[in-house]
């Protein structure tokens, strides 16, 4: 049983790299097991860990299974200890009736209240350049805040957190000023139009602001529907010198960042947030995808901030300020 679910897990690329590497060994694996290659005597089978230990190697999660080092990794017993959904304390992107969501403030906050073990839900509905959405005027952004607060103090603690998904211009500015960024508990940037075009440069001055703390859906692709923009591998450099994270959007049209890019961030140091983008109540629940993408892009707890509690993200928060020289 063991050996026949390895075998029809994971990529074809990384069964046949297991398959060589076992023939390297004397061995020979297939989906009734791992067999002695001179004798056909089998050795193990019976579960997966006993078919990955055959062969001198740690068990490899499903999720990285597809040939990207995974192999060498559990030779030298390196695979990293993967998040995992309970390790998860809150959302980072989601949309209220203020903008393009089904629901109130209220009845966000008490779904998640009664279905999820979250210290914080950021709401971050659009900035008034999306005007399809209906986005937020600096006076509405200031009249939710206040909303916010009233909502919390119904629900018993402070679970709704400020925010908004700021628009970033084509020339790289934000569609709300600093002085109303800087009232917000976290700021999400994010482009929507100009998407035929390669937007390094949008990005990077984005994440340059001081008040910008994670950039939303990355590439702008739409599954099925678009491909994403381009951009170059400076993003990752820039995100990890500011202190900017990048999101990986849960929308099941979107899975954005894609494992292959979750990857290369964290090779290169840079901190995810793992985002829901729920525009119903049941999309809350997309954030299940979003950490099985994490977990494909070789993601550990370590590299997520929705692990961290909300004084440490209030802490990553004011780090980035103060690397600007805001005064916090």
Same mark, same amino acid.
């Given at each position: 049983?063991?050996?026949?679910?390895?075998?029809?897990?994971?990529?074809?690329?990384?069964?046949?790299?297991?398959?060589?590497?076992?023939?390297?060994?004397?061995?020979?694996?297939?989906?009734?097991?791992?067999?002695?290659?001179?004798?056909?005597?089998?050795?193990?089978?019976?579960?997966?860990?006993?078919?990955?230990?055959?062969?001198?190697?740690?068990?490899?999660?499903?999720?990285?299974?597809?040939?990207?080092?995974?192999?060498?990794?559990?030779?030298?017993?390196?695979?990293?200890?993967?998040?995992?959904?309970?390790?998860?304390?809150?959302?980072?992107?989601?949309?209220?009736?203020?903008?393009?969501?089904?629901?109130?403030?209220?009845?966000?906050?008490?779904?998640?209240?009664?279905?999820?073990?979250?210290?914080?839900?950021?709401?971050?509905?659009?900035?008034?350049?999306?005007?399809?959405?209906?986005?937020?005027?600096?006076?509405?952004?200031?009249?939710?805040?206040?909303?916010?607060?009233?909502?919390?103090?119904?629900?018993?603690?402070?679970?709704?957190?400020?925010?908004?998904?700021?628009?970033?211009?084509?020339?790289?500015?934000?569609?709300?000023?600093?002085?109303?960024?800087?009232?917000?508990?976290?700021?999400?940037?994010?482009?929507?139009?100009?998407?035929?075009?390669?937007?390094?440069?949008?990005?990077?001055?984005?994440?340059?602001?001081?008040?910008?703390?994670?950039?939303?859906?990355?590439?702008?692709?739409?599954?099925?529907?678009?491909?994403?923009?381009?951009?170059?591998?400076?993003?990752?450099?820039?995100?990890?010198?500011?202190?900017?994270?990048?999101?990986?959007?849960? /929308?099941?049209?979107?899975?954005?960042?894609?494992?292959?890019?979750?990857?290369?961030?964290?090779?290169?140091?840079?901190?995810?947030?793992?985002?829901?983008?729920?525009?119903?109540?049941?999309?809350?629940?997309?954030? /299940?995808?979003?950490?099985?993408?994490?977990?494909?892009?070789?993601?550990?707890?370590?590299?997520?901030?929705?692990?961290?509690?909300?004084?440490?993200?209030?802490?990553?928060?004011?780090?980035?300020?103060?690397?600007?020289?805001?005064?916090?």
């Amino acid at each position: 049983w063991g050996s026949g679910l390895q075998y029809f897990t994971g990529s074809k690329e990384h069964n046949v790299h297991l398959r060589d590497y076992a023939k390297s060994i004397g061995l020979k694996i297939s989906e009734y097991g791992v067999f002695d290659a001179k004798t056909e005597k089998k050795i193990a089978g019976e579960t997966e860990e006993d078919v990955y230990r055959a062969v001198g190697m740690e068990w490899i999660p499903p999720e990285l299974r597809e040939d990207r080092g995974e192999i060498e990794a559990a030779l030298a017993k390196k695979l990293p200890k993967l998040v995992e959904l309970s390790d998860i304390k809150g959302d980072f992107h989601c949309h209220s009736n203020w903008t393009d969501g089904y629901n109130t403030i209220l009845e966000i906050a008490q779904y998640v209240k009664e279905n999820f073990n979250y210290e914080y839900l950021v709401l971050t509905d659009h900035s008034k350049a999306v005007r399809i959405a209906h986005g937020l005027t600096e006076d509405d952004v200031l009249r939710q805040i206040e909303e916010i607060d009233k909502v919390n103090k119904m629900i018993g603690f402070p679970l709704i957190k400020k925010g908004i998904e700021v628009d970033i211009l084509l020339d790289g500015s934000l569609d709300l000023p600093d002085e109303i960024l800087s009232k917000l508990d976290w700021v999400v940037a994010s482009i929507h139009t100009h998407l035929n075009r390669d937007n390094t440069d949008r990005i990077i001055k984005a994440m340059e602001n001081p008040y910008v703390n994670s950039i939303g859906h990355p590439t702008g692709r739409i599954i099925g529907s678009r491909e994403g923009y381009q951009f170059s591998d400076e993003i990752f450099k820039v995100a990890k010198e500011t202190g900017t994270a990048l999101e990986i959007n849960s /929308q099941p049209l979107r899975m954005d960042l894609p494992d292959i890019l979750v990857k290369k961030a964290v090779e290169n140091g840079v901190k995810l947030v793992i985002s829901s983008d729920s525009h119903s109540l049941a999309n809350f629940h997309y954030i /299940q995808l979003g950490v099985y993408i994490a977990r494909r892009g070789w993601a550990k707890k370590e590299d997520i901030i929705n692990t961290l509690s909300w004084k440490e993200v209030e802490n990553f928060v004011k780090n980035k300020r103060k690397r600007f020289g805001v005064k916090v």
